[in-house]
């Protein structure tokens, strides 16, 4: 029986393993110069975030500024968190979702004031709940900063208590509305819509007789 023989390789042709079963010395030298390039510009790409040189953009939250020193939206993450204070001076946050003890470490390491207000997302804020958002939007938004309201998905809640506040500081509906999109109005409920016609009958002097179940028969002016 003749015994077989190793195949033969061209000139032109080297096989990829060594004889030992090893990659050739050039291709295991060329992979490591390789390797240590990319460690080397990844810890330098790194250094320059860390530094500054070069900046990471980051979406932020999805929402949007409603007016001056209210903006409204979805939960934060904490780089949103950071984002919100650097560049829109937000200085209070108002949950209205699920609490969030990381949440509100992060908003505590900013100097951001915390407020959770839980709504259900077919919920109104109380006359109660205006009162405290008021005197909330009252204390962190003086000198120029803002306050981020949320919910769970940036939607009917966040936008029912947007509206509400800025009617409790006297605003007409015509400009409320105009300071809201058609998305924003469009993603409240209806009863989140009847609570709105509510709150703009009570604070209607020259309106009609209220019904005695309006729950903000009691409501008045509040600026902020």
């Known amino acids: 029986m003749t015994e077989a023989r190793p195949p033969r390789w061209p000139a032109w042709m080297r096989p990829a393993l060594g004889s030992g079963g090893h990659l050739p010395r050039r291709v295991r030298t060329r992979r490591s110069l390789i390797l240590v390039a990319l460690i080397l510009l990844l810890g330098t790409a790194k250094l320059a975030v860390g530094q500054g040189i070069i900046k990471v953009q980051s979406d932020g939250p999805s929402g949007l500024v409603v007016t001056q020193g209210l903006l409204i939206g979805t939960p934060p993450t904490d780089e949103d968190l950071i984002e919100l204070a650097a560049d829109y001076r937000v200085d209070g946050v108002v949950n209205l979702s699920t609490p969030s003890i990381a949440e509100q470490v992060t908003a505590a390491s900013l100097h ?16 109660p709940d205006l009162r405290e958002l008021a005197a909330f939007m009252r204390a962190h938004t003086a000198g120029g900063t803002s306050v981020y309201v949320y919910d769970n998905a940036g939607g009917g809640p966040s936008v029912t208590t947007a509206a509400m506040l800025l009617l409790l500081r006297g605003q007409a509906w015509p400009a409320v509305s105009a300071e809201l999109t058609a998305a924003d109005l469009n993603s409240m409920c209806d009863c989140q819509r009847r609570a709105l016609r509510e709150l ?3 604070l209607d002097p020259a309106g009609p007789a209220l019904a005695a179940a309006n729950p903000y028969a009691a409501v008045r002016l509040d600026s902020w």
Do not use: K
Not at 112 to 127: C, D, E, F, G, I
């Open 112 to 127: 951001q004031a915390y407020l959770y207000l839980p709504l259900a997302s077919h919920a109104s804020p109380t006359w």
């Open 200 to 202: 703009r009958s009570a």
